[in-house]
């Protein structure tokens, strides 16, 4: 391994450690048989980040949109995280809809909140 991976790895252990919080990570029954659906608890740094989305291409609008992120220690997770799978933070399930990764070991995934049956 590089220095250069070494110091990352570095940083995202003391990030995690610092700013992380316990989840639990499901991966769906649907697209994902082998694992079983079984849940896997680890650490992650969850935050509400703000994306600039262009509305009418080079010369309209601009929104900042927000965006429930966390990201983990993809070694901590096992396999690779997909769109589809959940995952539990204070009680509250939220749905993957993309996974990114940083290349240095972390992923980052864009969540949405699963509704209830009362809608909320």
């Not at 990764?101 to 949405?112: D, E, F, K, Q």
Request: proline share 5%; charged share 15%.
């Amino acid at each position: 391994m590089s220095q250069w991976s070494n110091l990352v790895g570095l940083v995202n252990q003391n990030c995690l450690a610092t700013f992380g919080i316990p989840v639990v990570y499901t991966p769906s029954m649907e697209t994902r048989m082998e694992l079983s659906g079984t849940p896997v608890e680890l650490d992650g740094i969850f935050d509400e980040k703000h994306e600039v989305v262009s509305l009418m291409g080079g010369d309209g609008m601009d929104a900042i949109v927000p965006r429930l992120v966390l990201e983990i220690r993809l070694s901590d997770l096992g396999f690779p995280p997909m769109t589809g799978d959940s995952v539990a933070i204070y009680g509250i399930t939220y749905n993957i809809l993309e996974v990114r990764s940083t290349g240095n070991g972390v992923a980052v995934m864009i969540l949405n909140r699963q509704q209830d049956h009362f809608g909320f």
